[in-house]
């Protein structure tokens, strides 16, 4: 089973959502075999988006990320008890927030153990082999940072040679997150070294996605 996890970032608004939601579940939805797709849309729209494929087995539902606090008056904060039953998954670590956020190893650490205690389950990203992993984290996202929204994904020989760098956690997934989208789904998928894809832009639009969904299906079937 390899993995889609479509990362919207702090995009959509309510009206954009359900357009979105709609045009997507008028595809054939029961192509899916050989993939599982994790929505990860902003907070505002976790409930509405879960209950939109709660019926369909190769969906799950991720959070953007979580606060590195527990329970407690951080106005604003959105903690992994609250997140617990609503999602399944937690991206942790993009470097957008690293960048624009500051966030640090440590807190990136901190927000780790917290997803773990609450069965959570950790998309940690690194931008390379100098980012720390924490231990036991169960799918790791490797980003290049100019790979990025930029268009340039990176190749399976630039990917593997990253990987070939980095002390994974035992049984974790090894995901490629860049620019990945429909033209290149297929050879990401036929790359045994690589369990799945995070992806930003070829998300958004509903169409360009299950382009992307059908292609790896296609290279996987
Ligand atoms: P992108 O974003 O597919 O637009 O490059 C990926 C990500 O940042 O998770």
């Not at 956690?169 to 790359?191: L, R």
Request: include cysteine.
């Amino acid at each position: 089973m390899k993995y889609i996890i479509a990362n919207w970032k702090a995009q959509k608004n309510l009206s954009d959502v359900h357009s979105w939601i709609e045009a997507f579940k008028s595809y054939d939805l029961s192509i899916i075999k050989n993939t599982h797709v994790v929505l990860c849309p902003p907070y505002p729209f976790i409930t509405l988006v879960s209950e939109a494929f709660k019926d369909n087995q190769s969906f799950s539902i991720g959070a953007q990320d979580l606060s590195s606090f527990a329970p407690g008056k951080y106005t604003g904060e959105v903690t992994a008890h609250s997140l617990s039953g609503l999602v399944t998954f937690v991206i942790i670590g993009h470097s957008e927030r690293r960048n624009f956020l500051k966030e640090t190893p440590e807190i990136l650490a901190q927000k780790a153990d917290r997803a773990a205690a609450a069965s959570i389950k950790s998309i940690f990203c690194i931008r390379g082999p100098q980012d720390a992993i924490p231990t036991d984290v169960p799918f790791i996202a490797y980003e290049p940072v100019g790979a990025i929204g930029s268009g340039k994904n990176a190749s399976i020989e630039e990917i593997l040679s990253v990987k070939s760098m980095i002390t994974l956690p035992p049984q974790s997934m090894f995901i490629y997150g860049g620019s990945a989208n429909q033209h290149d789904i297929e050879s990401y998928m036929s790359s045994d070294e690589i369990d799945g894809v995070l992806v930003g832009t070829a998300s958004l639009d509903p169409t360009e996605f299950y382009a992307l969904i059908e292609g790896a299906e296609r290279s996987l079937s």
